[in-house]
């Protein structure tokens, strides 16, 4: 996840719609609500919550550069992956 400046935030979860939400509403107070970390810019899927924790763990001890480089990897121009996902509210869909 990551703020439009760029700060970035790592974590593990199993329902990733529901997580990415709950960034994007502010459900949570701390660091992704304090930053505004709310846009999903690079993802990895697990099939084991275990090897999903390990990746978790071993990204975090990257270097920013290194986290940078797999990020612009899969997503050169940093859009919000999970911009599709939800529905725009009636009010702000025009007509």
Not at 1 to 21: H, N, P
Not at 64 to 92: C, G, H, Q
Request: a positive charge.
């Amino acid at each position: 996840m990551a703020s439009r400046t760029r700060v970035l935030y790592c974590g593990v979860c199993s329902r990733i719609r529901r997580r990415v939400w709950q960034h994007k509403t502010k459900h949570f107070e701390g660091f992704t609500s304090q930053y505004n970390i709310n846009r999903l810019v690079y993802y990895e899927v697990f099939q084991d919550i275990r090897n999903a924790i390990d990746r978790e763990k071993q990204v975090k001890r990257w270097s920013r550069a290194k986290k940078l480089v797999i990020i612009d990897a899969m997503n050169p121009t940093w859009l919000d992956l999970s911009e599709s996902w939800y529905e725009a509210p009636a009010e702000l869909v025009k007509r």
